[in-house]
């Protein structure tokens, strides 16, 4: 990805659209797709969400805050795919890559199939575990946006880490519908969606703490991670 020292330069990194016409994509492609669709959206909120100037004292504590936006960005977007794969492949496109697929003994058919024919592919062990692959990279960026959200001005905070949370949420209901991306949509009911705002409001709260004890502690030269 590219070395961004001001959002704007996001802006050079966006090429003509993607219209989905031509799907299979390997996992390079995917990676570029993600970061073009979804990544450099990240990136340019930035401008409207803010950044937290002491946590962002150096270049350096800014391209940390801008690479969690575009990781943010980029878990967003995997995760709608995720979401969306029964969906996708009822219109005839996979948007996971094809390698991945094929390296669980998977093809394009059986996805394609699966999702015209309910009860098909989810129940196997081999898509279980490919879903557990692909939702371990999704978890990956999204942690990483996490451990960026002290960078943001505090007024923003809450509502990027509830964002979090909440569509984080739905690689769980994807388990608990026993890996069924194939003929049901994941989706996280509004009760949960409270409770994610309360644990993601005391996340937030926590993250105070982390950005006084920078400062006061001169960290905020090489800024701690929240744990």
């Keep these: 990805m590219p070395h961004l020292a001001q959002p704007q330069k996001a802006l050079h990194t966006i090429p003509y659209p993607y219209d989905g016409d031509e799907p299979p994509y390997g996992t390079t492609i995917h990676g570029v797709y993600c970061y073009r669709v979804a990544g450099t959206v990240g990136i340019m909120t930035l401008p409207v969400l803010g950044f937290d100037p002491m946590q962002n004292f150096t270049e350096d504590l800014q391209e940390q805050t801008i690479a969690a936006a575009m990781s943010l960005g980029v878990a967003f977007q995997l995760t709608n795919i995720l979401r969306d794969i029964g969906e996708d492949a009822q219109r005839g496109r996979i948007y996971v890559p094809l390698e991945d697929l094929h390296r669980f003994g998977i093809s394009e058919e059986e996805v394609l199939e699966a999702s015209k024919t309910p009860g098909l592919l989810h129940h196997e062990q ?102």
């Excluded at 999204?142 to 990027?160: P, T």
């Excluded at 964002?163 to 690689?171: M, S």
């Excluded at 890996?179 to 949509?185: G, I």
């Design 126 to 227: 081999k898509w279980k575990d490919f879903m557990e692959f692909q939702m371990a990279r999704c978890e990956e960026e999204y942690q990483k946006a996490q451990d960026g959200i002290v960078g943001l001005s505090e007024v923003n905070r809450l509502g990027v880490m509830a964002a979090l949370y909440v569509y984080g949420d739905i690689l769980t209901r994807i388990r608990k519908n026993n890996y069924d991306n194939l003929s049901r949509r994941a989706y996280v009911p509004f009760v949960d969606k409270v409770f994610l705002m309360g644990k993601a409001w005391l996340k937030c709260q926590e993250l105070k703490e982390v950005a006084k004890e920078n400062v006061r502690s001169g960290r905020f030269f090489t800024r701690r991670k929240p744990h």
